[in-house]
């Protein structure tokens, strides 16, 4: 009797998971450029994938859906492997999945790696990444959560997937906020004393407090837009790499005041890049393009009207010598006493 192929992974699959082993799936292959990248698995892709597409210069496709365990991601995977054969060679895949099988007491959170083994196996050698389990508050260092998701089910992955494992959560954990452009709070020490992404990258709402924030998303996309490209997924610029920083003309500001915003592109001793930057947040343009002068760019003035932490991001686009970089930074905005939250702003003046 010839078995199919589908049938035999899922069965390698059950088996494997079963006898509480993994195997080496893959090591560290550079499988060429692609032109594009699905994004897979449950709500922790929200939004981060539109911040990566600008990034690698490449379509991100996100194909994730909140709530899905890894079992449920496999079926929409092995749907698309069998329905777009002419893509499979050509497209890098990224798998942030598995929290629901670690959340919920009615799954079994050892399904996870063999799960994302038997996934990688349908798809070229190097064009699977699956991504570490991310953590909440209540899943800290020392908690039978924390084991689960952390310690077993990211050991595992990390053993069998080797160069090919994409560790987010830890980085997070150690460089979010210096990448984020924020100062720790007391509260993001406590979190990072316990292995814990720091709340100022998390969102402070109801619902899952594994969940990124903007702030969050966006060190997620910078951390990614670093692995693929070590693993060959984009052409590497030849240009000479660029550090953007922001700065703010004040930060924290009350509502109501004019603030602009200054990126400083630097490339060390190379040389003074010269070109545009754009800045914005929330996706919105603050101004048009702005030139470099002496590697200096000033925003538009903003008036900043809503409180609460806003993202401010720059983008410089790179000149024929020096590659494009992004710089971001998190301007804190408070209520001025006896005003309201908005108020309008001039003429010429954007309204954050």
Request: aromatic content about 6%; some cysteine.
């Amino acid at each position: 009797m010839i078995l199919s192929r589908r049938f035999f992974l899922a069965t390698l699959t059950l088996l494997v998971s079963s006898l509480g082993f993994v195997v080496p799936a893959q090591s560290a292959v550079a499988a060429g450029p692609v032109t594009q990248i699905a994004v897979w698995g449950d709500s922790m892709t929200q939004v981060w994938p539109d911040y990566l597409q600008d990034l690698v210069g490449v379509r991100v496709l996100n194909m994730g859906v909140g709530g899905d365990t890894v079992q449920e991601t496999q079926a929409l995977f092995d749907a698309w492997v069998r329905n777009n054969p002419g893509e499979v060679a050509t497209t890098g895949h990224l798998c942030w999945c598995g929290h629901p099988n670690t959340n919920r007491k009615s799954e079994d959170h050892r399904t996870v790696v063999p799960t994302l083994q038997a996934m990688a196996a349908e798809v070229p050698r190097g064009l699977f990444m699956p991504i570490g389990l991310t953590n909440g508050p209540d899943q800290g260092s020392g908690t039978l959560a924390y084991q689960e998701a952390v310690v077993d089910v990211n050991g595992d992955m990390s053993r069998a997937f080797r160069a090919m494992y994409a560790e987010v959560r830890r980085f997070l954990v150690t460089d979010g906020l210096d990448v984020a452009g924020i100062t720790p709070t007391q509260e993001d020490r406590n979190n990072i004393a316990i292995d814990v992404p720091p709340a100022s990258l998390r969102t402070d709402g109801p619902g899952n407090p594994a969940h990124l924030n903007d702030a969050g998303r966006r060190v997620t996309a910078i951390r990614l837009n670093d692995l693929v490209r070590a693993a060959g997924w984009v052409r590497t610029d030849t240009r000479t790499p660029t550090e953007v920083d922001v700065a703010a003309s004040a930060n924290p500001v009350t509502s109501g005041t004019l603030v602009r915003f200054t990126a400083t592109v630097s490339a060390g001793a190379s040389g003074v890049p010269t070109g545009t930057v754009q800045f914005e947040v929330y996706g919105r343009k603050i101004g048009g393009p702005v030139p470099l002068v002496n590697g200096v760019a000033t925003s538009v003035p903003a008036k900043a009207t809503l409180t609460g932490d806003h993202p401010i991001e720059a983008n410089y686009f790179g000149d024929a010598t020096f590659a494009p970089g992004t710089g971001l930074i998190v301007l804190h905005v408070d209520r001025a006493p006896g005003t309201a939250n908005s108020t309008p702003a001039g003429p010429g003046v954007f309204t954050l």
